[in-house]
Structure formats: structure tokens, C-alpha cells
């Protein structure tokens, strides 16, 4: 029975081809886990912005119809001063409105790819702490290999 000094695995190209599928592996994963989150993220921005283009329509056509009611109700006496209140809730409410849409326009928590930033950064953790534990524990050495010399001959 001949011993190689070869591992029993296949050598280096074997264990850089694992190396090489276990790498792609894990990008693709990672990569699927990115195109969640970015088709997350598209319809998360789409309801927002629909929302808020129907949330403008509607409080136009009321604010409209809220400035002739007031004017029409205080025709005769106090037309200016009552536009001039509109005017101002008007002005207040449209800046509060549009505050309120780029908080929702804001990311979620963690920003808009936190899964996949989270998955990155524990992979580098895994291989930096590897890489560390590798180099303070030596590799064993292989067990010698018994020949047969003469003195052991019958």
C-alpha cells in the first residue's frame, strides 16, 4: 500500500473549486436577498408617492371650495381679513404636508438595504475572526508514517 503525501480530498484545485462554489454560493444568496430589498424599497416608494399625489388632488379641490365658502360667508364685511387667515392655514398646512411626505420618503430603519449591509458585514466578521483563529492555532501535523526496518523483522 503506497502512502502520497496528498490529502485523501483531491489537492489544492479541489479545495479551491469548493472554495470557489462556496463563495459563489453565498453571493448569490446575498444577491437574491438584495433584489427583495430593492423590490421592497420600489413598492414601499411608489405607495408613498401615489398617496401623496391623491392626498394633494383632494386637499386642492377642498381648499378651493374652503376659500369660496369663507369668502361667500363673509362677503360684505370682512373679505380681506378672511383671506388673509386662509391664506396664512393654508400656507401652514401645504408646508406640513410636504414635511410629512419626505419623512415618508425617508428609509426605514436601518436605511433601504440594511438586511443585505447586515448579511456583509457578518460574513467579513465570520472571515476575519477565521482568518484569526487560522493563525494563532498551528496545523497539526500529520501522523508518522511507520516503516519496517530490519530490527523489527523476524
Do not use: C
Amino acid at each position: 500500500m503506497a502512502v502520497s503525501g496528498r490529502p485523501a480530498g483531491g489537492g489544492l484545485f479541489n479545495s479551491l473549486r469548493t472554495l470557489l462554489a462556496t463563495v459563489l454560493g453565498i453571493g448569490q444568496v446575498r444577491l437574491e436577498i438584495f433584489s427583495t430589498e430593492l423590490e421592497a424599497e420600489k413598492l414601499r416608494l411608489f405607495d408613498t408617492l401615489w398617496r401623496v399625489a391623491l392626498g394633494v388632488l383632494l386637499l386642492g379641490i377642498a381648499t378651493v371650495l374652503m376659500a369660496a365658502f369663507v369668502l361667500l360667508l363673509f362677503w360684505d364685511h370682512y373679505r380681506l381679513p378672511a383671506l388673509g387667515v386662509m391664506t396664512v392655514l393654508f400656507l401652514g398646512g401645504g408646508v406640513a404636508l410636504l414635511v410629512w411626505a419626505r419623512r415618508g420618503l425617508q428609509a426605514g430603519a436601518g436605511g433601504p438595504f440594511a438586511l443585505s449591509l447586515g448579511e456583509l458585514q457578518r460574513d467579513l466578521d465570520s472571515l476575519q475572526s477565521a482568518s484569526k483563529s487560522s493563525a494563532s492555532v498551528p496545523t497539526p501535523l500529520p501522523p508518522p508514517v511507520p516503516t519496517r526496518t530490519s530490527a523489527s523483522r523476524p
